[in-house]
DNA sequence: GGAGAAATAT
DNA sequence: TATATTTCTC
């Protein structure tokens, strides 16, 4: 493809095994969502046992806030304990409908009342490989006109993420697409050239800065 | 009200 | 260091 989005390079990369990974999970719909009682009540009775607890949608969104925390803390292989976010609602993009922004249930928007609400601050967002693969396919599939945040969260379609999640990436994004315009010749790809309507003063070898998570956009 | 750049904070 | 937030201008 080119310079950006083949970091995954040939071989079998984190990126593959995550996708493998992924693809074993269940669907949305195979779930029960958290807010419905996993026994029937009527079974419940019938075998004596003692009824769950109705949960309100707020108490599910605790329950999601703690299981994130706890679940961030082992991605993060025990080095730090902050309060990352990792999408769980990621397919494969080749499946992804570009035809259809599609603004169904999942507004981030929601979830950002029920913060308000319970007075938490939302975790922080963690740009996985794919979850950046699909921000850069987006953002080169609608071009420069249109690749503002809002359209871009838009057409991510990634529950819970936020215009300000994605405008954050972007600006960084944008910066890396500048240095890599001035950095090399053959750093012409579709995508580099989308954002840079003016020449980029060459800065003077910085090497490459060093890699991260198998890619490098800063 | 959103976009975007820069500075600043966590 | 990565991401979030703030501030400012457009």
């Known amino acids: 493809m080119n310079m950006i989005t083949d970091y ?3 071989g079998y990369s984190d990126d593959d095994r995550i996708s493998d990974w992924e693809h ?26 003692t009824p769950e607890p ?10 999601s806030q703690r299981t994130m925390s706890t679940l961030k803390g082992q991605y993060n292989n025990n080095t730090n304990n902050n309060n990352n976010y990792i999408p ?5 993009f080749d499946d992804f409908d570009f035809s259809d922004p599609n603004t169904d249930g999942s507004d981030p928007r929601k979830s950002r009342k029920i913060d308000a609400e319970m007075g938490t601050k939302r975790a922080r967002l963690v740009w996985t490989p794919q ?18 945040p809002k359209r871009i969260m838009e057409m991510m379609n990634v529950e819970g993420l936020s215009r300000e999640n994605v405008a954050s990436h972007l600006q960084k994004y944008r910066l ?13 790809s579709v995508y580099d050239q989308l954002f840079a309507s003016t020449p980029v003063p060459r800065e003077a070898s910085k090497g490459n800065g060093g890699m991260y998570h198998g890619y490098d956009y800063r």
Not at 88 to 92: E, I, M, R, T, W
Not at 131 to 148: M, Q
Request: charged fraction near 15%; aromatic fraction near 6%.
């Open 88 to 92: 769980n609602n990621l397919h494969s």
């Open 131 to 148: 979850l950046h693969k699909r921000f850069v396919e987006v953002v080169a599939h609608l071009g420069i006109k249109n690749a503002v």
């Open 8 to 10: 995954t390079g040939g």
């Open 54 to 63: 109705y949960r309100t949608n707020l108490d599910v969104a605790r329950a």
């Open 24 to 49: 074993g999970l269940p669907n949305v719909s195979d779930l029960t969502p958290l807010s419905q009682p996993l026994i029937p009540p009527e079974l419940a009775s019938a075998f004596s046992i």
């Open 176 to 188: 890396y697409l500048k240095r890599m315009q001035g950095l090399s010749t053959d750093g012409s």
